[in-house]
């Protein structure tokens, strides 16, 4: 492996079960098996990649696919400059503030957001001028 000339692992998942799929009036159970492939330069045994691989895909489930999924990262518009880290900013941001109505889902989150400008103005304040950490605002 030239091009990975520090790795010492690599390590192979499978993860089978089921899961739900479809938007609400259609959804359904599916099944899933899938094979998932990752690359260490750790020296950890098995039982500790095990234990870390989950949460490695707590956080891709968190953040990255709710971004993905219901924000379309990866398709947005690419433009010149600084709009690029701008944009990711502004939908990082939609996602903390999603977390902070403390909804069930973030398509939730962002209909109650919806057309509410005083609510959000409100709550850009608080956020402002508190010290204290923000608990659910729901």
């Not at 938007?23 to 750790?42: A, G, M, P, Q, T």
């Not at 990255?64 to 924000?71: A, G, M, Y």
């Not at 957001?113 to 304040?125: G, K, R, T, W, Y």
């Amino acid at each position: 492996m030239p091009l990975w000339g520090g790795a010492k692992h690599i390590i192979v998942v499978r993860r089978y079960g089921t899961r739900w799929e479809g938007k609400k009036s259609r959804r359904h159970l599916i099944n899933f098996d899938e094979v998932h492939y990752y690359l260490s330069s750790l020296d950890w045994s098995a039982s500790e990649f095990a234990d870390a691989i989950p949460g490695h895909w707590l956080i891709e489930n968190r953040l990255h696919w709710v971004k993905d999924v219901t924000l379309n990262e990866d398709n947005n518009i690419r433009c010149g400059g600084n709009a690029p880290v701008n944009w990711a900013m502004i939908r990082q941001f939609l996602v903390s503030l999603a977390r902070i109505k403390c909804t069930h889902t973030f398509p939730e989150a962002l209909r109650l957001m919806a057309n509410q400008v005083e609510d959000l103005s409100e709550l850009l304040f608080d956020l402002s001028s508190s010290d204290k950490p923000v608990k659910c605002l729901a």
